[in-house]
């Protein structure tokens, strides 16, 4: 999957590609029709694990809509395979399961949000608009316990490296070290733009830019990274 893929301009507006993948082909029709309907660009659309990742390579969607029951292949190894390839891929959950081991294992495959499936049009819409610029979005209620998951991690001794010394810590930016405690803390890319009085760009930059000197691959890891730190408690 290309790494460089940018939302296509549309009417001077940006128009995000989605991919939706769910194994009932009613559901999975229905939030592909609500999406075109709103102005999403839907690339592609999966009924399994196995087609959603040949799919979502030849496509290239900025966002992928995904269900975790998927036969062939679960919706966790295609977010990891996928997220893995390509960590500039964008992964919304949409599932009926709320269990808490499967909210917590979407997100350390890779998953930005997940969204049970009695949210409303409304609240998917909002949800893949925020998805696709990198906003963790979360059904009321399960955003707590991923912090706390975070956290937990990050009590967790690091697994050793062959016995070799730890390399020097990459030095970051002021900025960049105020948006990661601001990051680690919760905060959405708009609260921290809004809070530091910058553009959403211009966070999601530092971000990126922070990914790249800590040679990190997502924001799972880069929030444990913040938390053992102690920059979530500064």
Known sequence: MSTTSEP??????QQIRVMVVDDHPMWRDAVARDLAENGFDVVATAGDGEQAVRRARAAAPDVLVLDLNLPAKPGVQVCKELVGADPTLRVLVLSASGEHADVLEAVKSGA???LLKSASTEELLDAVRRTAVGDPVFTPGLAGLVLGEYRRLASEPAPAEGGRDEPKAPQLTERETEVL???AKGLSYKQIAERLVISHRTVQNHVQNTLGKLQL???VELVRYAIERGLDDA
């Open 8 to 13: 296509q301009q549309t009417g001077g507006q």
């Open 181 to 183: 405690r601001l990051v």
């Open 217 to 219: 691959h997502n924001r």
């Open 112 to 114: 930005t949000g997940y």
